[in-house]
T-cell receptor, first 112, second 112 residues
Framework: GNSVTQMEGPVTLSEEAFLTINCTYT??????LFWYVQYPGEGLQLLLK?????DKGSNKGFEATYRKETTSFHLEKGSVQVSDSAVYFC???????????FGQGTRLTINP | DTAVSQTPKYLVTQMGNDKSIKCEQN?????MYWYKQDSKKFLKIMFS???????INETVPNRFSPKSPDKAHLNLHINSLELGDSAVYFC???????????FGPGTRLTVL
């Protein structure tokens, strides 16, 4: 079946550090890929997405590139802020499907 | 201008009780979903409805019964609550299959 694997957390960084959260997927076919973010006490918000190979999604300084050859969609940000502290979820959805398949989530804490 | 709303936000109840969680979306979407987030933050699809028709039921116990009175609403009724039902339940909606999903703020259910 389809699945998503994220790097183990929690991840703790200092402000202005470079961030990478790894995400790889297994899918029969070509999924759409998403990063969602969950701030403390809130629901999930879409951070960025990519719908086909080599697409780059970007938002709020975060970027992720859909790599078909490595089945990956790693999340990166050049300089993190305290306000980026949250849980980040990588997810996939197959065309015509009715659900998102999520990774296990990575908790990110940014210290001032 | 809330997009996807859920009530209640918190629900504390005793084992064996029956409870309902309501979800409404004002985005004009055709598809609605229920997800369960466990204590380790893992998110998994429970149900999906498309135009009031059940599309996905992911091996959820019969004690859980979704009801969609119209396209804008998807309620979740739970009978004979068990300790293991304690979780955060998220409602979501999307325009079509495989598209971006918009999430509600979640309902934290605690079964004592």
């Amino acid at each position: 079946g389809n699945s998503v694997t994220q790097m183990e957390g929690p991840v703790t960084l200092s402000e202005e550090a470079f961030l990478t959260i790894n995400c790889t997927y297994t899918a029969t076919g070509y999924p759409s890929l998403f990063w969602y973010v969950q701030y403390p006490g809130e629901g999930l918000q879409l951070l960025l997405k990519a719908t086909k190979a080599d697409d780059k999604g970007s938002n709020k300084g975060f970027e992720a590139t859909y790599r078909k050859e490595t089945t990956s969609f790693h999340l990166e940000k050049g300089s993190v802020q305290v306000s980026d502290s949250a849980v980040y979820f990588c997810a996939l959805s197959m065309v015509g499907a009715q659900k998102l398949v999520f990774g296990q989530g990575t908790r990110l804490t940014i210290n001032p | 201008d809330t997009a996807v709303s859920q009530t209640p936000k918190y629900l504390v109840t005793q084992m064996g009780n029956d409870k309902s969680i309501k979800c409404e979306q004002n985005l004009g979407h055709d598809t609605m979903y229920w997800y369960k987030q466990d204590s380790k933050k893992f998110l998994k699809i429970m149900f999906s409805y498309n135009n009031k028709e059940l599309i996905i039921n992911e091996t959820v116990p019969n004690r859980f019964s979704p009801k969609s009175p119209d396209k804008a609403h998807l309620n979740l009724h739970i009978n004979s609550l068990e300790l293991g039902d304690s979780a955060v339940y998220f409602c979501a909606s999307s325009r079509a299959r495989g598209n971006e999903q918009f999430f509600g703020p979640g309902t934290r259910l605690t079964v004592l």
